[in-house]
């Protein structure tokens, strides 16, 4: 059917799929936001105060820490991040909070802190390799090279059942 014009008209059906279309194009740009770790409320975090709670009293209140001190077990670590990625590109981390609840000799809570993004410094990857002294195989050659290596005896292929 022509308009008049001389060109054809476009159907509502057609109208219909390009809406659709574009509907799914833009809804696969939009932004992936994630949540990751454990992040006390702040109710909950307001509860805690130097000298009160032991640590017993800190893990039923908070929960099981996110990782302890490296060295030893004096400081306790809550740890969450909320992260974006869009599309393809890398994902950016829009906000990070790190409680830090440190105990006394007393098994009492010391100190508690809190460190945001802002607090965090950037570490420098090294992207070095380690050389390694021998011969790089590829996966095909690993896997010929063990072809006819197989010997009869204990243990071996060849090796038969009594009795069968």
């Known amino acids: 059917m022509l308009n008049g014009l001389g060109s054809r008209r476009v159907g509502p059906a057609r109208g219909v799929a390009a809406a659709l279309a574009l509907a799914v194009v833009v809804g696969a740009c939009a932004p992936e936001i994630s949540a990751r770790g454990n992040e006390p409320t702040r109710e909950r975090l307001s509860q805690i105060q130097a000298g009160e709670q032991s640590r017993a009293e800190v893990a039923a209140l908070l929960g099981t820490p996110s990782t302890t001190a490296t060295f030893d077990d004096e400081t306790w670590y809550y740890i969450s991040a909320q992260t974006q990625q869009f599309a393809i590109y890398e994902r950016e981390e829009l906000e ?3 409680i830090a609840i440190s ?4 098994g009492r809570v010391s100190d508690v802190r809190e460190l945001t993004l802002d607090d965090g410094r950037e570490v420098e990857v090294v992207d070095r390799e380690t050389p390694t002294l021998g011969n790089e195989l590829s ?5 010929l090279g063990n072809l006819g290596r197989f010997e009869g005896g204990e ?3 060849n090796q038969t ?4």
């Open 96 to 98: 990070r909070r790190v």
């Open 103 to 106: 105990f006394g000799d007393d």
């Open 139 to 143: 996966v095909l050659e690993q896997l």
């Open 155 to 157: 243990g071996g292929l």
């Open 161 to 164: 059942i009594d009795g069968l």
